[in-house]
């Protein structure tokens, strides 16, 4: 299984960002991290003679995870081994914003276990930076970037972004051929979306956010995958590129949709076929996880105290769990297995979803191919993926 930690702090909200962050002071970053810490703790309890179970992959995601302290992240990373059986060769990745991290810092991650750094630039020109309400400069990322290499990181991924205000494709060439210069493991590159309640999106209402056309937009996304596959990255997912053999594990986990479990403000989970999600308001969650003593006396009322205190429970019926599969294992670019389909539900997926396969397939979206086990995939085609969510949401059961 996989284990998210979220980390909700940040030093200032981004422009274009919807995630569940807010700036805060050192005494409620001590807070939240004690009541985390209990949050972890709980799980173990409950789980009780089940034993630990082995966990794969660990992300620590936000906000930004790095402005905590070295003893706050090994108070974390103690109770998570309290509580789960570490694999051998386990992915733990650390989100992080360039600027946040000094040699020091960086070091004790790596004492800590943690060996994959996800750096979030998103653009190497200063002027789209400040247009973001990013806190750093492209500066602070290469020495943040040279400084996580001399510290011995040699797995690290860089976000990137493009549709921005005020962004040209000259200006993004030139972050494509600044960040590859770096030579990372993996990129993720997103298009700007604007998403309700932020800042962006007042702009956009009032008309005064100077974004790309819609062809420009559409040629820096047919760039990207240029531009990285003739650098030697192998676009695996819609967003996500990576070296042979560098692919971001806990992302293709979700995708596959291996159980994980979330914890943290507003962290889901997934323990098939329950779903699952914490409260997303601070104040409600950290009531929950304020001391030892309310939290044992959750845990002799039993599981239904223990489901209350979720703010989403949700038992995925069959259908959805052949949504999810259809729609969340068409992000990736190798596809969903039709012989995995057929495993874990009893059916063929050609019985549930002939038809609209059938209909993308006619049209050039979908593509079957067939391995060396003879084992056949279905896949989204490069006209597919641009027109992505269109083709997902029509394995959508009613």
């Known amino acids: 299984m996989e284990i998210y930690i979220h980390i909700p702090f940040c030093v200032r909200k981004c422009a274009y960002c919807d995630f569940l962050?807010?700036?805060?002071?050192?005494?409620?970053?001590?807070?939240?991290?004690?009541?985390?810490?209990?949050?972890?703790?709980?799980?173990?309890?409950?789980?009780?003679?089940?034993?630990?179970?082995?966990?794969?992959t660990i992300?620590?995601?936000?906000?930004?995870?790095?402005?905590?302290?070295?003893?706050?992240?090994?108070r974390i990373m103690e109770h998570i081994l309290n509580v789960y059986d570490l694999a051998d060769g386990a992915e733990i990745t650390v989100e992080a914003n360039p600027g946040t991290l000094s040699e020091e810092k960086l070091k004790g991650f790596k004492a800590l276990g943690i060996n994959r750094l996800s750096l979030g630039l998103q653009s190497a020109d200063d002027r789209e930076l400040t247009r973001l309400g990013r806190i750093h400069t492209y500066e602070d990322f290469k020495q943040?970037?040279?400084?996580?290499?001399?510290?011995?990181?040699?797995?690290?991924?860089?976000?990137?972004?493009?549709?921005?205000?005020?962004?040209?494709?000259?200006?993004?060439?030139?972050?494509?051929e600044?960040?590859?210069?770096?030579?990372?493991?993996?990129?993720?590159?997103?298009?700007?979306?604007?998403?309700?309640?932020?800042?962006?999106?007042?702009?956009?209402e009032a008309g005064?956010?100077?974004?790309?056309?819609?062809?420009?937009?559409?040629?820096?996304?047919?760039?990207?995958?240029?531009?990285?596959?003739?650098?030697?990255?192998?676009?695996?997912?819609?967003s996500n590129y990576a070296r042979p053999g560098m692919m971001c594990r806990h992302n293709v986990g979700y995708w596959v949709r291996k159980d994980y479990r979330g914890f943290g403000l507003g962290a889901a989970s997934l323990l098939d076929p329950v779903r699952f999600s914490n409260p997303s308001d601070m104040h409600t969650y950290l009531a929950l996880y304020g001391d030892d003593e309310t939290i044992a006396r959750r845990l002799q009322k039993g599981f239904l105290a223990v489901r209350d205190t979720f703010e989403e429970w949700e038992i995925l019926s069959i259908l959805r769990q052949m949504e999810e599969f259809m729609f969340l294992g068409l992000r990736m670019c190798r596809g969903?297995?039709?012989?995995?389909?057929?495993?874990?539900?009893?059916?063929?997926?050609?019985?549930i979803y002939?038809?609209?396969?059938?209909?993308?397939?006619?049209?050039?979206?979908?593509?079957r191919r067939t391995d060396e086990g003879h084992n056949i995939w279905l896949a989204l085609t490069p006209e597919g993926i641009s027109v992505s969510n269109r083709v997902m949401a029509d394995f959508l059961l009613d």
């Open 208 to 238: 005064r956010l100077n974004l790309p056309s819609e062809e420009e937009e559409r040629r820096m996304y047919e760039l990207t995958g240029e531009w990285l596959g003739r650098k030697g990255y192998e676009r695996y997912e819609i």
């Open 336 to 351: 969903i297995s039709e012989k995995r389909f057929l495993e874990t539900f009893g059916v063929s997926v050609s019985d």
């Open 59 to 74: 992300f620590f995601g936000g906000g930004t995870p790095s402005l905590l302290t070295l003893p706050q992240m090994s």
């Open 21 to 56: 962050s807010a700036p805060g002071d050192e005494e409620a970053k001590e807070r939240y991290v004690q009541a985390l810490c209990r949050e972890i703790d709980t799980a173990g309890a409950f789980a009780g003679s089940e034993g630990k179970k082995r966990v794969e």
């Open 354 to 367: 002939g038809t609209v396969i059938q209909e993308h397939i006619q049209e050039g979206r979908l593509k």
């Open 144 to 176: 943040t970037f040279r400084l996580a290499r001399k510290s011995g990181f040699d797995d690290l991924n860089v976000d990137i972004m493009s549709a921005l205000p005020g962004q040209t494709l000259s200006s993004y060439i030139k972050t494509l």
């Open 178 to 204: 600044k960040v590859t210069g770096f030579e990372p493991e993996h990129i993720s590159a997103y298009s700007l979306i604007i998403e309700p309640g932020t800042a962006f999106e007042k702009l956009y």
